[in-house]
C-alpha cells in the first residue's frame, strides 16, 4: 500500500501521525511525508535561511528513521496561501506518492493559518491529482485517495472517529520527534513557554483513554473526509 502524510511545518507529521505511519512502514508499505512550509520563522537565534536548513535536515533525518520519502515543498513558513503556485505544488506532491490514503491537517478550527491551509490544499489536491488537463511534472493518479484529518492542536474542536493504537510504535514515533532538535530547545519554549514533549505525550494518553482498548496505552486519531467522492470502508486502509 502506498501511504502519504502532508503537514504544515517540519514536525507536525511527527507529532500528530508518526505512530501510524511507523506501523505502515513496519509491514512494508510505501510512506511518504510532504512538508508544506520550511520552518523560516522559527528561532530567535538563527537567520531565516539558517532554521531552514536546519530544519529541512530535521526533516530527512526523521523520514530516515522509518524509511519514508521526503517530499520538501519550502513555502515560507506562515504565508502559506491557497493560489496556482501551492495547489500545483499540493498535486504533484498526490502525483509523486500516488497514494492510497492520505492523512493531513483538519481544515479549519486548528490554532494556525498554515496548518488550516495544509488540509484545505489537501483537500483540494486529492481530487485535482486525477485530473488529465491540470498539467505538472508527474501524470496524473489514477484514483482519488482515502483523506483523514488528524486532530487539531490541543485536539481543539475535534471529535476522533477512529482510533490507531500507537503503544507499539511509539518509542519510534519519539525518536522521529526528537530529531526535530531545533524546535524543542530554540523555540517552543522561547516562543509559547509549553513543553511539546510533554503536550505530545498527554495528547496520546488521552486520546488512548477515549478509545478504552485494553492494553493500549497511546492512541493517535483521526476523521475521515466525508466529502464527495466518499470511500467506502475507508477505515479498511488504516493499519
Ligand atoms: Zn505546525
Known sequence: ?????????????????????????????????????????????????????????????????????????????????????????????????????????????????????????????????????????HPPMPKVPALFHWPALGLAKYIPEYYIDVTDTYETKKKMWFCHDSQQGDWCKDAFGVSYNDMLESELKIAATQAGTPGCDYAECLQLCKSWPAIAGAYKLLP
Open 1 to 137: 500500500m502506498r501511504v502519504l502524510a502532508i503537514g504544515a511545518h517540519p514536525d507536525d507529521i511527527e507529532f500528530q501521525i508518526a505512530g501510524t505511519l511507523a506501523k505502515y512502514a513496519k509491514r512494508g508499505d510505501e510512506v511518504y511525508m510532504a512538508i508544506a512550509t520550511n520552518g523560516n520563522i522559527g528561532s530567535y537565534r538563527m537567520s531565516k535561511k539558517e532554521i531552514a536548513e536546519v530544519r529541512h535536515a530535521e526533516a530527512q533525518k526523521s523520514a530516515d528513521v522509518i524509511g519514508a520519502h521526503l517530499i520538501w515543498m519550502g513555502f515560507d513558513d506562515e504565508f502559506l496561501f491557497d493560489n496556482e503556485k501551492s495547489r500545483l505544488t499540493f498535486i504533484d506532491a498526490f502525483r509523486v506518492a500516488k497514494p492510497d490514503v492520505v492523512f493531513s491537517h483538519v481544515p479549519s478550527g486548528d490554532y494556525n493559518p498554515d496548518h488550516n491551509m495544509t488540509g484545505y490544499l489537501a483537500f483540494i489536491a486529492r481530487i485535482n491529482a486525477t485530473i488529465k488537463l491540470i498539467e505538472t511534472e
